[in-house]
């Protein structure tokens, strides 16, 4: 059974910067595609950033290309987001999600990660 913990939440003014981590305990880390999502209030949750298993190839939505940017540390099982440029917009809960399929294959679709972090929350506001 695969466990993810989220930590790096918090409160931070628009323009400001957050560096979400992810820690994975149980399965083979270096196998799945880890991924980012986030749910603000009232909305859907939505695809940020992932990354497949060996860390060759990595994705962001549009939303945050430019100012978020995934990466992982296989001997770690940890899997980071570094947030710069940030905006009220980005405020939501933050998810850490995991794909067993994902040792080259980088999903979109939160239908495809099995394993999934309690969230962290994001707020981003003066």
């Known amino acids: 059974q695969v466990q993810l913990v989220e930590s790096g939440g918090g409160l931070v003014q628009p323009g400001g910067s957050l560096r979400l981590s992810c820690a994975a305990s149980g399965g083979t880390f270096s196998r799945y595609a880890m991924g980012w999502f986030r749910q603000a209030p009232g909305k859907e949750r939505e695809f940020v950033a992932t990354?497949?298993?060996?860390?060759?190839?990595?994705y962001h939505a549009d939303s945050v290309r430019g100012r978020f940017r995934i990466s992982r540390n296989n001997a770690n099982n940890t899997v980071e987001l570094q947030m710069n440029s940030l905006k009220p917009e980005d405020t939501a809960v933050y998810y850490c999600?995991?794909?067993?399929?994902?040792?080259?294959?980088?999903?979109?679709?939160?239908?495809?990660?099995?394993?999934w972090g309690q969230g962290t929350p994001v707020t981003v506001s003066s």
């Open positions: 999600a995991g794909d067993t399929n994902g040792l080259f294959r980088a999903s979109f679709n939160a239908n495809d990660y099995e394993y």
């Open positions: 990354i497949i298993g060996t860390g060759r190839n990595k």
